[in-house]
Structure formats: C-alpha cells, structure tokens
C-alpha cells in the first residue's frame, strides 16, 4: 500500500472513479425499472385491489338523526361578493332547526360588496367578523375565537348544499367515536368526454376509497367545503396551512378519534372551472407534503391506518418519480424490443396529452386523450409541489373563478337525499 503522502504528491496515480461496464450498467437500469414499474403498477392496480378485497372493518358507526347538537358554521371569504349571498341563503334553508344554528362570515381583508352583503343578513343567526387579509386559514383561527357550538361545520363561499346535508353530517356524531365527519361533493357539469368526465373518475375512485377506510377506520382528510368536527378538538392551524381539511381532522384522528366519510351529506360544485386541474392540485399536493413535514407521526406506528396511508396517499406523490426513474432506465437500456417499447409508450401519452386541448368536445380519440392528458396533468402537479419547500406558500393559493352565468343549476339543484 502507498503512503498518504504519496498520494498528496504532485504527479502521484491518483485513484480511478469506479466505473460500470456495459453489462453492469444494464442490470442497475433493469433492476430500476423493474422496481418503478413494479410500485408503479401496485399504486395504480394492486393497492386498489387490495382495498377492494379487504375485509377487516371496525365497529359501524352508530348514526342517529335525532342527534341535534348546537352547530357553529365557519365560512373564510375573500371578495365572495358573487357567491355569498346564495350561499347564506343555502345556509339558511338547511333542514336543521335554526336555534341550533350559528353562522360565522370571516372576512379575510375583502374589498368587494361582501361584506355590505353579509350585514344584511343580522338578526338571522349570521354574524360578521373581519380581519386583515392573512388567507384562509389565519381566517379560520379567527371564526374558531368566534365559534360556540358543540360542532363545527366548515364551509366554502362557492359550494351549495343539499337540504339534508347538516342532518346527516351531525347524526353522525351520536357515536362517540367520531371526530370529524366530511360529505361528498358532487360535480355539477354537461360535459361527458375532457376534464370534467376525468375528474368523475377520479372522484368516484376517491369517494369509494374514502368509504373503505371509514369501514376500516378513518380517512386521511376532510373535503374542505363540507366537513365537521368536535369543537372541543378544534385548535388553531399555523397561518400558512394550505390544506386545513387535512391538518384539522387529522388532530381529532391522533387523538383516538375515527374521521369518516358519510355519502348522503352531499354538496354541489361545477367539475371544470377556470384555473383548471393543475392549479388546484399543485396546491392541493403542495399542502400534502407540508401536512407531511409537520405531522411526521404519519409515518409511525402512531397512524393506526399507516398501510393504507402509505398505500393511498404517499404514494400520490411518489407514482411521478417511480414513473421518471421507470423512463430514465428504458432509456439506459440496450436498443431492443422492451426498451423501444416503454419509450414509444411514455411518448405516446405525451403526445395524446398535448393533443387533447386542440380536439373538438364531440372527437372520439378524445375518450383515450383527456384520461392521458389528466394523468400528465396531475402527476406533474405532483413532481412540482415540491415547490412549496422553496417558495411562500400563499404563492401556490389563487381563486377560482367560475365563467359568467354559471351558477344558477347549483342554486336550484334539488335534493336527490329523501331520509
């Protein structure tokens, strides 16, 4: 063996970088490829099969409809002035007596006519409280100093409700074991092939999953126009919180308290609105990974449902990477069958993705282009919300605006709930 010195000599034989041969090389990308397209395939095939199969449910929840606690509603609002209106009146019209019912308006710093809107409504259960513009979840903390009722019923300014919808959320709280309760939101759209369809696929898999793990035990997060919660395990959100529909029923989970789905407590939205999927997600998924950094208990022995955590909800954000690694590796591979295969593949669907906008509505290759559009959509949406490590997390928020004339089949849509 050579001295140290010897190797700190000007001129000495330096170490050689260690290299791969080609055979080597190849058996690293298929050992790689086989492992991405491995968990790739248990994420979108093997899981769901799984959760179908699955027969180890706990108790049923004990739900009574003559349960009728006091119930404070929460509604953040900035520049609502569009919607509020229809939705206090939405509000109002719910079959839940009116005595038991307290309805709280922040406003987050608005400048429209929201606020001159919502004063019309005192001396009918409605208060107004505002606040500097801070966004929702500084909002949010304002109604909780605010709030008095036994349930909290947290809502969104755009979202109808059907008539039945407090009555099912609250009946569940009958049973002692539940924490927090979320409905199902329902889109409202005429559009059956592009975005809106893809997104009625994607939500009835979300929905059904949702149902499962509420038989199993709980959900991982709330849908934030409709959901409820204890108040007494209701506790201020740090102010940057993107997803307070995660982090708010997720405290009442880790404290021994089941979060569940109940699908006839049933709200209203339109499936496409201007903004599109992507912004929605990138937000959405960019609060993931900070209810993931902050509540780190997620992925101990402390989340009674970590299999099904990580199965259903890391793996959102993992599936993007797993299918980079997948094509990174293809293309590491000799030129052959397999190799050509997988790249045409994954070219394919870019391509069908890219096209997808340019089609008219009624085009049959529309039926194969907008799910690989909605796949490349979300799953970029996932590679980027990364981003929320490295930028304000305000900057991941914008609004969502609905085009012009648009909101009427939400206010006059009947109820299909009859219990």
């Known amino acids: 063996?050579?001295?140290?010195?010897?190797?700190?000599?000007?001129?000495?034989?330096?170490?050689?970088?260690?290299?791969?041969?080609?055979?080597?090389?190849?058996?690293?990308?298929?050992?790689?490829?086989?492992?991405?397209?491995?968990?790739?395939?248990?994420?979108?095939?093997?899981?769901?099969?799984?959760?179908?199969?699955?027969?180890?449910?706990?108790?049923?929840?004990?739900?009574?409809?003559?349960?009728?606690?006091?119930?404070?509603?929460?509604?953040?609002?900035?520049?609502?002035?569009?919607?509020?209106?229809?939705?206090?009146?939405?509000?109002?019209?719910?079959?839940?007596?009116?005595?038991?019912?307290?309805?709280?308006?922040?406003?987050?710093?608005?400048?429209?006519?929201?606020?001159?809107?919502?004063?019309?409504?005192?001396?009918?259960n409605v208060r107004l409280v505002r606040v500097p513009h801070g966004g929702k979840a500084t909002a949010l903390n304002a109604a909780l100093d605010h709030a008095t009722g036994e349930i909290l019923l947290f809502v969104d300014v755009r979202q109808t409700f059907d008539a039945q919808a407090l009555r099912h959320l609250v009946a569940n709280f009958a049973d002692p074991s539940v924490g927090a309760v979320t409905?199902?939101?329902?889109?409202?759209?005429?559009?059956?092939?592009?975005?809106?369809?893809?997104?009625?696929?994607?939500?009835?898999?979300?929905?059904?999953?949702?149902?499962?793990?509420?038989?199993?035990?709980s959900i991982f997060s709330a849908t934030g126009c409709i959901y409820a919660m204890r108040r007494c395990l209701a506790e201020p959100i740090a102010p940057d919180t993107l997803v307070d529909d995660a982090v708010i029923p997720l405290r009442a989970f880790f404290r021994g308290y089941r979060v569940v789905i109940d699908t006839e407590a049933v709200a209203f939205d339109f499936g496409v609105i201007q903004g599109g999927e992507f912004r929605r997600k990138l937000r959405t998924l960019g609060g993931v990974w900070q209810v993931w950094v902050r509540m780190p208990q997620l992925f101990t022995s402390a989340n009674r449902m970590r299999l099904h955590f990580l199965a259903h909800k890391f793996s959102r954000l993992i599936l993007p990477w797993m299918i980079l690694v997948a094509v990174l590796a293809a293309w590491l591979l000799p030129n052959g069958l397999v190799r050509s295969a997988l790249l045409a593949l994954a070219l394919l669907v870019l391509a069908l993705a890219a096209l997808d906008p340019l089609l008219p509505k009624t085009f049959a290759l529309r039926r194969i282009s907008s799910p690989a559009r909605s796949f490349v959509v979300l799953n970029a949406a996932a590679l980027l919300s990364v981003a929320v490590f490295f930028v304000a997390p305000d900057r991941l928020w914008k609004p969502t605006r609905l085009p012009g004339g648009t909101t009427d089949p939400l206010l006059t849509k009947r109820s299909d709930n009859n219990s």
């Open 1 to 124: 063996m050579r001295p140290f010195v010897a190797l700190l000599t000007p001129g000495a034989p330096r170490a050689r970088k260690p290299t791969f041969s080609p055979l080597e090389a190849q058996m690293i990308a298929t050992v790689l490829l086989v492992l991405a397209v491995a968990v790739s395939l248990y994420i979108l095939v093997g899981y769901p099969l799984l959760l179908r199969a699955w027969h180890g449910f706990g108790p049923p929840i004990r739900k009574d409809l003559n349960f009728r606690p006091t119930v404070s509603v929460l509604l953040a609002v900035f520049n609502g002035e569009d919607f509020i209106a229809h939705k206090l009146d939405n509000l109002l019209s719910l079959d839940y007596p009116s005595n038991l019912l307290d309805i709280i308006v922040v406003s987050d710093g608005s400048t429209d006519a929201t606020e001159a809107i919502v004063r019309t409504y005192a001396g009918r």
């Open 183 to 217: 409905g199902e939101l329902k889109f409202v759209h005429s559009d059956r092939l592009g975005e809106a369809a893809n997104i009625d696929t994607y939500w009835k898999y979300e929905i059904w999953a949702r149902e499962r793990h509420s038989q199993i035990d």
